[in-house]
């Protein structure tokens, strides 16, 4: 009953330095999404996909690349990580939502990366 | 563009008395879905409960209940008989109109509820 994981759970960069952070979902969901978290602003969409091989900009996409090679994986890169993006990330995942289903289980959320850029 | 508030950054409810957070949204669509999510301080997002812009009863899931007021563009969580554990950041959502083959969703900024005893 893995769900969404997220890794890593906690990172700390150096100003300029790049990373990847993973998200791996079991549900066989079709869409996949990338969300920021900062104090006082909710969550903000980066990034999502609709399935394999696609991907979409979400709210505030600058500084971030991703992909979906695989069904299950949805990666989030930071190619020069800045203090701005000094953040918790959290993963989603959706499949095509009937209100029964999301009456039962809403959106499956990761349990969050903390990341600082230092 | 479509907009959650939540106008109550913080929230205190002593144990066992109901509570009710609010959440306005703002759309012009006839479809849409509206979710409450609980953060607790360990940082997970919970989903808690979901009201669709055409169910007819205000949803409901134990100590959890959906005050849904169309009219009012209005989603108010009320939750009964509350417990120490309900201490939480509390995030109203809204399923992007519009959306149905992307799905995404656009959140308020929270209401923090501290429970006292």
């Known amino acids: 009953n893995a769900g969404v994981t997220q890794t890593p759970k906690f990172r700390v960069l150096k100003t300029g330095q790049s990373m990847t952070l993973l998200c791996a979902q079991d549900m066989n969901h079709e869409y996949m999404y990338w969300y920021r978290q900062d104090p006082g602003m909710g969550l903000r969409l980066i990034h999502y996909?609709?399935?394999?091989?696609?991907?979409a900009k979400g709210e505030v996409p600058d500084g971030y690349n991703v992909s979906r090679l695989k069904k299950q994986n949805f990666l989030l890169g930071l190619e020069s990580a800045a203090p701005s993006q000094t953040s918790v990330y959290f993963c989603a995942s959706s499949s095509l939502t009937t209100s029964r289903t999301l009456k039962l289980y809403g959106y499956t959320f990761g349990s969050g990366t903390r990341l600082t850029v230092v | 563009a479509q907009k959650i508030t939540q106008t109550q950054p913080g929230m205190f409810v002593q144990e066992k008395e109901a509570v009710t957070l609010d959440c306005t949204y703002d759309?012009?669509?006839?479809?849409?879905?509206l979710f409450w999510y609980k953060q607790p301080s360990s940082g997970e997002m919970i989903f808690l409960i979901y009201?669709?812009?055409?169910?007819?009863q205000n949803a409901t899931e134990g100590r959890y209940s959906l005050n849904f007021q169309k009219a009012r563009k209005s989603a108010n969580l009320v939750i009964s008989a509350s417990q120490l554990g309900d201490s939480a950041m509390y995030f109203c959502?809204?399923?992007?109109?519009?959306?149905?083959?992307?799905?995404?969703?656009?959140f308020g900024t929270g209401t923090r509820l501290q429970v006292f005893p």
């Open positions: 009201q669709g812009s055409y169910d007819e």
């Open positions: 959502a809204m399923r992007e109109p519009g959306s149905y083959n992307t799905d995404k969703l656009i």
């Open positions: 759309t012009s669509d006839q479809s849409y879905g």
């Open positions: 996909s609709v399935g394999e091989g696609t991907t």
